[in-house]
Nanobody, 114 residues
Framework: QVQLVESGGGLVQAGGSLRLSCAAS????????MGWYRQAPGKQREWVAT???????NFADSVKGRFTISRDNAKNTVYLQMNSLKLEDTAVYYC????????WGQGTQVTVSS
């Protein structure tokens, strides 16, 4: 079974950048699309961005213009480039493979400090 493993999280100052990676143990083409979600303490998990198998992208309004999502099919990896980070971007970020069934990674912590 395919597994998703996120990496790249860490501590960054407000205004800084991070790039998250989601590596799949199998082909990401097994998924209709790949997405990033996040969950801040005490809040529900929320959608951040999605990229389709064809490369079409969509972003939550809260990150639009600051985050980009991309995929490297040869490496079976999806990336989330996060720029101009804000305190409110602090959360655990999860990778999701849209399929039957859906697949989730274990998450990676992103902490934005002032």
């Amino acid at each position: 079974q395919v597994q998703l493993v996120e990496s790249g999280g860490g501590l960054v100052q407000a205004g800084g950048s991070l790039r998250l990676s989601c590596a799949a143990s199998g082909s990401i083409f097994s998924f209709v699309a790949m997405g990033w979600y996040r969950q801040a303490p005490g809040k529900q998990r929320e959608w951040v961005a999605t990229i389709s198998s064809g490369g079409s992208t969509n972003f939550a309004d809260s990150v639009k213009g600051r985050f980009t999502i991309s995929r490297d099919n040869a490496k079976n990896t999806v990336y989330l480039q996060m720029n101009s980070l804000k305190l409110e971007d602090t959360a655990v970020y999860y990778c999701r493979g849209y399929g039957t069934p859906d697949l989730w990674g274990q998450g990676t912590q992103v902490t934005v400090s002032s």
